[in-house]
């Protein structure tokens, strides 16, 4: 069967054992060692504040902040908002959350391109002056006809000729106010017959009656991306601008720009290929409609790639961090199996989440022989991979809830759970058998399984020595806390969330589960938003926000399953 990746034309995933690879870190190094910048290497994480981070954006975080801090550099933190219309400062707070959540601060050195509008707007009109820049009249539409096409050079704009004080004035008129949206551009005067299409008399500023999240309505002109972006760069001193490769071929006019301005030891840009995970789909307009048709909860859902549904779902950061070190940084595109992330995930979480007993759909049992009214607890361990994690004690009495899926009356073969007539040992407290199994008499249904305990078997463990191989986790009634827990798996069913040109028609139908009238052991009842644990037997959970001190709510994480770590297993064993 062809892969996911293969049918895009990507390379596999290098195995993890393996060395990861990393350009970015030797070209780096190589300029350290030339003395190329006769300053602190120096990167920078510039997201547009016009939406939610996501896992794609993990990388290019982790490799700003980390060839910095590799280097003994600095990272600023920067917000390229030239667009008025669709950013927000919602977005800002929200990405400057999920950037210190996965690790990383920028101390000092937060900045926004619209500190340096002023700058830029003398930049453009340097360029004027130096007859490299002129008011261009035509329209939207027109422009895109005049660019030509991949095969066919572009057309000249009849207004390309302007005098330079012609295009001093227009410009300073369009600051001004003057004209309105779309009336007229700046645009570059490069080559209209240039092979790379960017460099055919790109736009550097439009008009846009427009109220900005921080300049209010100081400005009615504002810079594109691909304007502001370098000279933010030169202006912070950046060395290393470091982007994903659908910038590759901007790479000419971010370098034009620098030059024709005269920057001596301009930013290098170096692109790298993005993080691609299968069953995850991380355009913002796509994302943006599952959230405006109700297919998801919000952008924090626990199914969404964005960080901030991520860190719902209970995902950590140290393995996000993991992944995209270990994935390493190349130029060739790549798709990574999301059951990777899911393997760091537990990898992760099995070091530090402490183990609680929880039934997810609820069994009672009833132990005949324990007396009426007496209650014990048990020492339990939190955390076997953790030395330091200790124990904790768990209330024990008469009446206890087991998970229904742990009894068959009819149990098949290697069954080593309750059944008629057998023994099982329940975690850290005794050993019980079923004696008889009562039903509702209408549907048939089970509803109590009576049982003897064994009062000699404290702790589990039969004083005659007898062989009991099954072992149930439990919680007892009397002080058992009630809680929701909702059952989440991958948003989309399908490797490639786009096949077939439909992603909605490849939405998960079965993405959640959610379970009322679960039951946690009481240690929980001070759980608090977002704290991990594993559930035994079910896998690994994290404390909903939506929780109250009435009722609890936990999203499931991950699952224990790890084909992953099996794959691997069987790779070295081969």
């Excluded at 690879?21 to 547009?48: C, K, L, Q, Y």
């Excluded at 490769?245 to 720009?257: A, G, I, M, Q, T």
């Amino acid at each position: 069967m062809v892969s996911y990746g293969e049918r895009k034309g990507w390379t596999p995933l290098q195995e993890a054992t393996s060395k990861p690879s990393n350009f970015i870190r030797e070209i780096v190094a190589e300029d350290v060692r030339t003395g190329a910048f006769h300053r602190r290497i120096h990167t920078r994480f510039p997201p547009e504040p016009n939406g939610y981070l996501h896992i794609g954006h993990a990388k290019a975080i982790t490799i700003d902040f980390g060839i910095a801090a590799e280097f003994g550099g600095l990272c600023n933190l920067r917000f390229d908002d030239t667009n008025p219309i669709k950013e927000d400062t919602e977005y800002v707070d929200s990405i400057m959350e999920d950037v210190r959540w996965l690790g990383f601060d920028w101390d000092d050195r937060l900045y926004y391109a619209s500190d340096y509008f002023e700058q830029l707007y003398q930049y453009a009109v340097r360029l004027i002056q130096l007859g490299k820049a002129y008011v261009c009249d035509l329209s939207p539409d027109e422009v895109r006809e005049y660019r030509g096409t991949l095969t066919e050079p572009g057309r000249e704009s009849p207004y390309r000729n302007r005098s330079v004080e012609e295009n001093l004035d227009l410009f300073q008129r369009m600051r001004a106010g003057e004209f309105p949206d779309g009336a007229r551009t700046l645009r570059a005067k490069i080559d209209m017959a240039a092979g790379n299409i960017n460099l055919r008399d790109p736009v550097l500023y439009r008009i846009q009656h427009a109220t900005h999240h921080r300049t209010g309505d100081r400005w009615c002109i504002y810079p594109t991306y691909d304007f502001a972006h370098p000279l933010s760069d030169a202006i912070e001193g950046i060395t290393h601008s470091l982007c994903s490769l659908e910038f590759e071929d901007h790479r000419p006019l971010y370098n034009w720009l620098l030059e024709t301005l005269g920057f001596v030891e301009p930013p290098k840009q170096i692109e790298f290929a993005r993080l691609e995970l299968t069953y995850t789909l991380t355009s913002k307009r796509k994302l943006r409609q599952l959230v405006e048709e109700g297919y998801v909860r919000g952008w924090d859902d626990p199914r969404m790639p964005t960080l901030k549904g991520l860190r719902r779902r209970g995902y950590t950061p140290a393995a996000i961090r993991e992944l995209c070190e270990r994935i390493g940084v190349n130029k060739t595109k790549g798709v990574v199996d999301i059951e990777y992330l899911e393997h760091l995930v537990r990898e992760d979480l099995n070091r530090h989440a402490p183990r609680v007993m929880a039934v997810l759909r609820p069994l009672k049992v009833v132990l005949t022989n324990y007396p009426e009214g007496q209650e014990e607890s048990f020492p339990v361990e939190n955390n076997p991979e953790d030395p330091q994690a200790g124990t904790r004690l768990v209330p024990f009495s008469r009446e206890i809830y087991v998970e229904r899926e742990d009894f068959a009356e009819n149990p098949p073969a290697r069954f080593f759970r309750l059944a008629p007539g057998r023994e099982v040992r329940l975690k850290g407290a005794y050993i019980i058998r079923c004696d008889e199994v009562v039903k509702d008499p209408a549907t048939g249904e089970v509803t109590e399984l009576r049982c003897t305990c064994d009062l000699q078997s404290r702790g589990g463990e039969a004083p005659d020595g007898r062989r009991v191989p099954g072992t149930l986790h439990w919680v007892s009634i009397r002080h058992a806390w009630p809680a929701e827990v909702r059952l989440y798996d991958r948003l989309f069913a399908t490797e490639d969330p786009e096949a077939g040109g439909d992603f909605l028609a490849n939405l998960n139908p079965n993405s959640l589960e959610v379970l009322t009238g679960c039951w946690v052991e009481p240690s929980l009842r001070t759980a608090k938003a977002l704290d991990h644990f594993q559930f035994l037997r079910h896998g690994y959970f994290c404390v909903d926000p939506d929780s109250t001190p009435e009722r609890l709510v936990f999203n499931r994480t991950v699952a224990l399953r790890d084909t992953w770590a099996k794959i691997q297993r069987k790779s070295v064993a081969g």
